[in-house]
């Protein structure tokens, strides 16, 4: 069940975050209102060094931030971009730019760093758990697996031991009770458990409250030659993280299911990515499968000619986009210095096809773009969600606490595409 529990579903996950996040620089986060485009910053550290902004074709115009907050005007519906130096390191960009018009967002977040993150420390805590005789009717067996979040232990004579790594402080934990047999993955049961977790400590479950878990399937097409893997997990306002409640595994028979717990609400988040055999292209959704049986619909790859870059120019030509994210690798460098400088992009989709142009800001933000040298790129575009709350909150400004609100109607859709070019 490890490798199930802890492997397959904690890797989808991951994966499917981290392309979903890719680029972490300025974002649009709305529509809103006014004359005016409101761009804020999040730097805890101290890594921001300036941010510009222009509109139009109008000049560049240095950002003056007054906690952490600036502001330009912008009358009518026009487009702006705003371009960002930062120190860099981790995941974050050194030199960010975006582009937008005002009809399609108002709101600019600009990340320089991170925080401590919303969940705080993971300690370790261990779960001692008893089970009643029967759950909805299905009658509980030695080696049906215990799990709690990413971690598992096989049941033994309707007991089980499992140590998990969960965020300190009082929360709402699930623990789930699978069947793994020649059916698969088959649901069970499960109970939510109050605990105030601490490092080292002890949590007693006893064999009262629990309830049956009703299957529901996960399935899905994938294009030619793309292999995919995912699952649904769960939440539910008290809890401080998602644990999963079902995994797709097509390599696996009867691995397409996912457990809905019986009275008890909650969001039940689904996840998927595909990729084609050399990882060049990755397929990712998430949604809100509404603990229904959940048919995967997943974007298209990028096909040949939708993406054309030219040195410091871009065409993205994906139909539909509602945007496009483009990490780029070996272009840019710092003066002076010749240290390389990552640079991340987010372009509102602009019609059937886009264009994008880096702007040379070199003596104000102290780069230059390199020549005759190979760059290797990230792009992304985004097909659904742009303007829900979960995908602003992960993209922007604000790290808010998990809350069945964020995560509720969640349809994100993103094609992502890996590869180089080479630059005169």
Same mark, same amino acid.
């Given at each position: ?6 492997? *397959? ?21 709305? &529509? %809103? ?103 909805? %009717? ?13 971690? $598992? ?13 969960? +965020? ?26 109050? !605990? ?15 309830? &049956? ?11 030619? %030659? ?77 096909? +040949?000619?939708?993406?054309? +870059? ?8 994906? +139909? ?6 483009? $990490? ?17 992009? *987010? ?32 792009? %992304? !575009?985004?097909?659904?969600?742009? $303007? ?22 969640? $349809?994100? !859709? ?11």
């Amino acid at each position: 069940m490890k490798k199930v529990g802890n492997g *397959l579903v904690a890797g989808v996950l991951a994966l499917s975050l981290s392309l979903l996040f890719a680029a972490c620089g300025p974002n649009g986060s709305g &529509a %809103g209102g006014g004359n005016q485009v409101t761009v804020t910053l999040k730097d805890p550290q101290s890594q921001h060094v300036a941010t510009y902004y222009r509109v139009g074709s109008g000049s560049w115009q240095q950002l003056t931030f007054q906690n952490n907050q600036a502001t330009f005007p912008a009358q009518g519906a026009v487009e702006y971009e705003v371009a960002t130096r930062c120190q860099g390191g981790g995941n974050i960009a050194d030199l960010q730019f975006f582009k937008a018009s005002t009809s399609q967002t108002r709101q600019v977040n600009v990340t320089c760093s991170h925080g401590q993150g919303q969940g705080g420390q993971r300690v370790s805590v261990t779960f001692n758990v008893q089970l009643p005789s029967q759950i909805g %009717g299905v009658t509980v067996q030695d080696g049906d697996v215990v799990v709690v979040h990413w971690a $598992d232990g096989a049941v033994s004579s309707l007991t089980a031991t499992v140590t998990a790594w969960l +965020p300190e402080g009082q929360q709402q934990v699930l623990v789930a009770l699978f069947r793994v047999d020649s059916q698969g993955l088959q649901p069970i049961g499960g109970k939510l458990v109050s !605990a105030n977790v601490t490092s080292g400590a002890t949590v007693s479950v006893n064999n009262q409250g629990w309830v &049956a878990m009703s299957p529901r399937t996960i399935s899905a097409t994938l294009p030619p %030659g793309f292999q995919g893997q995912g699952g649904v997990a769960f939440f539910k306002d008290g809890m401080k993280d998602i644990p999963f409640v079902g995994v797709y595994n097509p390599t696996q028979p009867g691995f397409g299911r996912y457990g809905v717990l019986s009275g008890v609400g909650g969001v039940y988040l689904g996840y998927f990515m595909a990729q084609d055999s050399g990882f060049n292209h990755q397929l990712m959704v998430l949604k809100d499968t509404g603990g229904n049986d959940w048919t995967v619909s997943l974007p298209q790859p990028w096909a +040949p000619n939708q993406f054309n +870059p030219s040195g410091t120019s871009f065409t993205f030509s994906y +139909p539909n986009a509602q945007a496009f994210t483009l $990490d780029l690798y070996g272009l840019a460098e710092e003066q002076g210095t010749g240290n390389p400088l990552r640079v991340s992009v *987010l372009v509102y989709a602009g019609g059937s096809t886009t264009s994008y142009t880096l702007p040379n800001l070199g003596t104000q933000l102290g780069y230059t773009y390199r020549t005759g040298t190979s760059v290797s790129y990230n792009v %992304g !575009a985004v097909l659904r969600g742009l $303007d829900s709350p979960f995908f602003k909150a992960f993209f922007g400004i604000s790290e808010p606490p998990l809350s069945e609100a964020l995560l509720r109607n969640t $349809d994100l !859709a993103l094609a992502g595409m890996r590869g180089s070019y080479t630059v005169p």
